[in-house]
């Protein structure tokens, strides 16, 4: 079965300031993709991020970067010059690549942004 | 496009009462699932339809939960007895389910029960 781990329960950065995310994964599966999700207090889940692990290239998407080590099944998510609005819960998520891909989720960090 | 619909936003019962809550996925997607969310954990998959069918329901408690997806639409989810352990979030998502699709699937805002 697949698993996804996120150690850091609750990080904290000042605005503008660089943060970076961890997550580890553990599948036997070679082809599959990985996400991070952002979950504000509103509660509904939004897309961040995505990679998919057949592509060597690490996935941006504007102030968002992440590092992708297949070999050593890490998965971490970097924030550049943060902003208020990044205050939220950040999911990290892996499926398997098919027409019926369901999300395996960690158990989350919490981000706060401070003045 | 309308995204992912669900009601009610909150409910709160008494052990052992029913409820149900519902979902609309967005138009043309062919996925629909139920995660269950407890406070300070990660979504947990409780339910996945193909359309009409069920792909994955392996961690429905089916002795009290129950949904389904008529039509291959819009779907609910049901528990009967509640427990005071089923006091979270439950999440409603959708997915294109189609050849070639990114494997993104998209939210709605989530059903909050309270179980006393």
């Known amino acids: 079965a697949q698993t996804v781990t996120q150690s850091q329960p609750e990080m904290s950065v000042q605005e503008a300031e660089t943060v970076t995310l961890s997550c580890t994964y553990d599948t036997s599966e070679s082809d599959y993709y990985l996400f991070w999700y952002k979950q504000p207090p509103s509660r509904q889940m939004i897309l961040v991020i995505r990679?998919?692990?057949?592509?060597?290239q690490n996935a941006t998407e504007n102030r968002f970067s992440v590092n992708f080590q297949k070999a050593a099944k890490s998965f971490s998510l970097k924030i550049s010059d943060s902003q208020l609005g990044d205050a939220a819960m950040y999911f990290c998520?892996?499926?398997?690549?098919?027409?019926?891909?369901?999300?395996?989720f960690g158990t989350g960090t919490r981000l706060q942004v401070t003045l | 496009e309308a995204g992912v619909a669900q009601s009610p936003r909150y409910k709160i019962i008494e052990k052992r009462q029913s409820v149900a809550f519902w979902c609309n996925p967005i138009?043309?997607?062919?996925?629909l699932y139920w995660y269950q969310q407890i406070l300070g954990q990660g979504p947990k998959l409780l339910i996945q339809f193909q359309n009409n069918g069920v792909v994955d329901d392996s961690q429905l408690p089916k002795d009290r939960f129950s949904a389904e997806r008529l039509k291959g639409v819009d779907s609910t989810l049901k528990i009967q007895p509640a427990k005071l352990e089923d006091s979270a979030v439950y999440l409603c998502?959708?997915?294109?389910?189609?050849?070639?699709?990114?494997?993104?699937?998209?939210f709605g805002e989530g059903s909050r029960l309270t179980v006393l």
């Open positions: 998520a892996y499926s398997f690549t098919g027409t019926a891909s369901k999300l395996t």
């Open positions: 998502a959708s997915g294109r389910g189609v050849r070639g699709n990114t494997g993104e699937l998209f």
């Open positions: 990679q998919e692990a057949y592509k060597q």
């Open positions: 138009s043309g997607h062919a996925t």
